[in-house]
T-cell receptor, first 114, second 114 residues
Framework: DQQVKQNSPSLSVQEGRISILNCDYT??????FLWYKKYPAEGPTFLIS?????DKNEDGRFTVFLNKSAKHLSLHIVPSQPGDSAVYFC?????????????FGTGTRLQVTL | GAGVSQSPSNKVTEKGKDVELRCDPI?????LYWYRQSLGQGLEFLIY????????KSGLPSDRFSAERTGGSVSTLTIQRTQQEDSAVYLC????????????FGSGTRLTVV
C-alpha cells in the first residue's frame, strides 16, 4: 500500500528551465510534507517542507505547492541548474499513532542538461 | 558527532552469513530510524527507536532482521542468514525528538549478498 506516490521515475530538463516534480498521497491524516534530495552514494538531505495549513512555501529557487483537496504536492525548481541533478524524494508525516515516522515516495530522478 | 555516521560503507557477504550494520547518530538525537533502499525502489521504513526502545518495528521484513540501540546512542541492525533479496542500501537517520518534522540521514551501508 503505497501511501506516497511519485509516478514519474525520471525527468529531464534543460538548464535554466523550470523543473516540476510531482507527488500524490492517499492518507488524509498526513499534515506535513517534505522533499529530500539524494546524490549517488550519499544519504538523502532535507530540501524544503510544507505544513498543511499552508499551500505554498518558497526557499530561493525551490517552491513547494500543496493542494490538500487533490492530495497532491509539487516541487518547482527555477531556474534548474546542473547541480540539481539528483533523485528527489517526497515524504509525509501525520498526527497518527506512529507520528514520528516519515513515509517516502519512490523518488524521481531529475537530470538537468546543458 | 557532527553527522550521522554509518559503518561499513560497503559490505559484501555470502548468502547465509550474518551481518551487522552500525549507526552512530548525531549526539543528543533521541530518535533513530533505519530505512533501506533496494535497487529501483523508494525508501522502505524498517524500525524506529525512541531512546533505547523501539515503539515501531513494523517495517522489519522478517524475523531474520533485528535491531538494538544501547545508551540511547549507537544502533546495530543485524541480518541473520542473509539472502540475495537483502541486497540494498541501508540508511540510518536521527532526529532531536520525534522525526515528524524531518530527520538527518547517514550515507548508508551498501550491502551486497552474493
Amino acid at each position: 500500500d503505497q501511501q506516497v506516490k511519485q509516478n514519474s521515475p525520471s525527468l529531464s530538463v534543460q538548464e535554466g528551465r523550470i523543473s516540476i516534480l510531482n507527488c500524490d498521497y492517499t492518507n488524509s491524516m498526513f499534515d506535513y510534507f517534505l522533499w529530500y534530495k539524494k546524490y549517488p552514494a550519499e544519504g538523502p538531505t532535507f530540501l524544503i517542507s510544507i505544513s498543511s495549513i499552508k499551500d505554498k512555501n518558497e526557499d530561493g529557487r525551490f517552491t513547494v505547492f500543496l493542494n490538500k483537496s487533490a492530495k497532491h504536492l509539487s516541487l518547482h525548481i527555477v531556474p534548474s541548474q546542473p547541480g540539481d541533478s539528483a533523485v528527489y524524494f517526497c515524504a509525509a508525516s501525520g498526527n497518527t499513532g506512529t507520528a514520528s515516522k516519515l513515509t517516502f515516495g519512490t523518488g524521481t530522478r531529475l537530470q538537468v542538461t546543458l | 558527532g557532527a553527522g550521522v555516521s554509518q559503518s561499513p560503507s560497503n559490505k559484501v557477504t555470502e548468502k547465509g552469513k550474518d551481518v551487522e550494520l552500525r549507526c552512530d547518530p548525531i549526539s543528543g538525537h533521541t530518535a533513530l530510524y533505519w530505512y533501506r533502499q533496494s535497487l529501483g525502489q523508494g525508501l522502505e521504513f524498517l524500525i524506529y527507536f525512541q531512546g533505547n526502545s523501539a515503539p515501531d518495528k513494523s517495517g522489519l521484513p522478517s524475523d531474520r532482521f533485528s535491531a538494538e540501540r544501547t545508551g540511547g546512542s549507537v544502533s546495530t541492525l543485524t541480518i541473520q542468514r542473509t539472502q540475495q533479496e537483502d541486497s540494498a542500501v541501508y540508511l540510518c537517520a536521527s532526529s532531536l525528538v520525534g522525526g515528524r518534522w524531518g530527520y538527518t540521514f547517514g550515507s548508508g551501508t551498501r550491502l551486497t549478498v552474493v
